[in-house]
């Protein structure tokens, strides 16, 4: 979405006044009898109050009070309910006419309005009158500086692209294509990137990549991204690790009922993080950055792998293969072990993992786990707090190291009970790892089936937002 900063309001746009108080709506812009209403809506509760000017809408908005998260989240909220007010109309311009003077509630307005604006409208062919999109969007402000605007469109856009890859069918978005995705989204942001075929994985002898992909016709790929900006604040690099299943039949486990229904989401960790990475790219924040996305589908066919196989990974450990659907696991331990060699002063990975993360906390935050990593994951937390990309930890205790133990191998893909799914998958990750480590099972919110305010339906682009705060916090902490 393109914000334009204009000085004057087109007459032929909708606008939306925002104000911070109820008392700061002025005569010079309504009636006497007008102002009534407002402050009559305003005692109702209401902070949106609407009138129709034949051709426009005027919608007078009362900011919350607060300065604090909650307010803004209120804002973006706010922002996402003119969207849905102005959806029906054939003129959906917006002005926005600031008058409430705080930047970050105006911006948090735009955002809202921004993402709930979003569709995946390329399919819709003889129903293309389905697809509702924003018009031309203006804003008239004093307290918002180019600067932030600019950041907002990144976000807006780094979003957007997150949530399109996560839409995209595996029909159209195989590994080959996940991974032209980010070589085209590296050139465009100036980031460094590479991509591994299958010779040079087989090369790398990435056991649990190859493995996932025995099953599969495609290709797998494994891409590097890289941010490395001369200023960077940070002298070892964040790792970023995206979990790239493009599409998630279960394997020879095969997912039954509907179960497989909105599994070409199950790339949702690459798309969080190499979302992020194109906005700290875009934005050219002073941190470096790396992303790798492990990337194949996991489909049933003659060779693929089954119960009993035991792969040897990337790391040299062996995995005994108990249940071919946990396989993001499988991908997502050879690309943590590859991580090493950066000697990262952090890795985070967001991995669309277990339906075990999904039942405990639903859409509505992510599930985190960190080892060794306190002080990094309460900032992350924090970050998350600040754009409402919610993380609630569960722990990584080592009582459930016992039950990944194979009597054969290494280390067993699942455990040997059905309890703290999320939490055994952690531990078989954690296994990989050996520097300061946050794990995100992003399987609740990283796509859903109803929409869910500004989030939308369909791919939510979590992750992309908190991990940008994160990357911001660090470069101006
Ligand atoms: N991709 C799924 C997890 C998932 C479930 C994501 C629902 C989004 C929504 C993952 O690969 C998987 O199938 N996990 C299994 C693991 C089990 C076999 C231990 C699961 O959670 O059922
Ligand atoms: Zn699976
Ligand atoms: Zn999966």
Known sequence: MNIEVVRERGMESHAAFLFDTVEAVNESLFTVEELQYIRQQKEDKKNIIVFNRLKHRDFVVILPEKD?????????????????????????????????????????????????????????????????????????????SDAELKILQVILKAAVTARDLVNE????????????????????????????????????????????????TDEPTFTRLEWKPE??????????????VVYDTGGMNIKTGNYMEDMKSDMGGAAAVGGAIYAAAMAKLPVHIIALVPATDNRVDG????????????????????????????IMADALAY?????????????????????????????????????????????????????VEFPLWDDYKELMKSEIADIRNISTGAEGGAITAGKFLEY??????????????????????????????????????????????
């Open 303 to 330: 060779n693929a792998i089954v119960s009993g196989d035991i792969l040897t990974m990337y790391s040299g450990a062996t995995v005994e293969v108990i249940n071919t659907d946990a396989e993001g696991r499988l």
């Open 68 to 144: 604090d998260n909650g307010a803004l989240e209120e804002c973006r909220k706010s922002g996402d309910d003119i969207w849905l007010q102005l959806k029906g109309e054939k003129n959906r311009d917006l002005c926005v006419i600031d008058n409430a003077g705080n930047e970050g509630k105006v911006l948090a307005f735009l955002e809202g309005f921004g993402l709930g604006s979003y569709s995946f409208g390329k399919y819709k062919v003889k129903e293309k009158e389905d697809v509702k999109t924003a018009g031309k969007v203006t804003l008239i402000s004093d307290a918002v």
């Open 432 to 477: 990989f790892t050996d520097y300061p480590y946050i794990h995100l099972d992003i399987a609740g919110s990283a796509m859903v089936s109803s929409r869910y305010g500004y989030r939308g339906i369909g791919g939510t682009g979590v992750g992309v937002r908190m991990l940008f705060r994160f990357f911001r916090d660090m470069a101006e902490a």
């Open 231 to 244: 200023n960077a604040v940070n002298s070892n690099p964040v790792v970023l690790v995206g979990k790239g």
């Open 169 to 216: 069918p595996v029909m159209t978005l195989n590994a080959r294509a996940l991974a032209d995705s980010f070589v085209k989204m590296a050139r465009e942001a100036g980031m460094d990137v590479e991509v591994f075929g299958k010779k040079k994985i087989e090369a790398l002898r990435m056991g649990g990549l190859l493995g996932v992909n025995m099953g599969s």
């Open 339 to 391: 991580a090493k060699q950066y000697n990262p002063e952090l890795v985070i990975d967001a991995a669309t993992l277990t339906g075990a993360a999904h039942r405990a906390i639903g859409k509505y935050a992510t599930v985190g786990m960190q080892a060794k990593a306190e002080e990094p994951f309460r900032r992350l937390q924090a970050a998350g707090e600040k754009v409402c990309e919610r993380i």
